[in-house]
């Protein structure tokens, strides 16, 4: 059975009796084993200027044309099968996180929805959604969309 949450107190008071290594540790294990989320996290907190960096990219909106000139780059790419064998456009490195890629580029792209001119968002939104539905030829995986974390139907209701 799952403890319950510790409040600060009882977790500082665990945190006593460690020195600044064993603290160094538990931290490293959590960085390590933790999500993307959780070391982002954590690099924050140990980077503060990186932190904001991060906090003002965030709040900046795409550059509209630059998402639908990448977006369109990797659905041709994609679609061309560049991503399943050996194309020179296309790195070995950058085959591998494809994944990474999709996610990215489907976040930009429904970040430029936001924007005031909404057509290049909505051209990238489609794009991505058209390669949603036709990704099986063009990834190495059993389920593409599963893979990348797209769900279809979320990208739809953005549109």
């Known amino acids: 059975m799952p403890s ?3 409040n600060r107190d009882e977790f500082f008071a665990k945190l006593a009796p460690l020195d600044a290594e064993q603290r160094g540790k538990v931290l490293w294990n959590l960085y390590w084993r933790g999500t993307a989320a959780v070391r982002e ?11 904001e960096r991060r906090r003002r990219d965030a709040a900046t909106p795409p550059d509209l044309a630059q998402v639908l000139a990448d977006v369109s780059r990797f659905v041709e790419l994609a679609g061309s099968g560049a991503y399943i064998a050996g194309d020179r456009r296309v790195s070995p490195a950058e085959r591998t996180k494809w994944r990474v890629t999709f996610r990215q580029l489907a976040a930009d792209a429904q970040l430029a929805l936001h924007a005031e001119d909404t057509a290049p968002g909505e051209r990238a939104m489609e794009l991505m959604i ?8 063009s990834f ?14 979320e990208a739809v209701s953005a549109l």
């Open 41 to 51: 996290r954590i690099e924050g907190e140990l980077d503060p200027p990186e932190r």
């Open 140 to 153: 190495r995986s059993e389920d593409p969309l599963e893979a990348a974390r797209f769900v279809l139907s």
């Open 4 to 6: 319950s949450r510790m």
């Open 130 to 137: 058209d390669l949603a539905r036709d990704a099986e030829g």
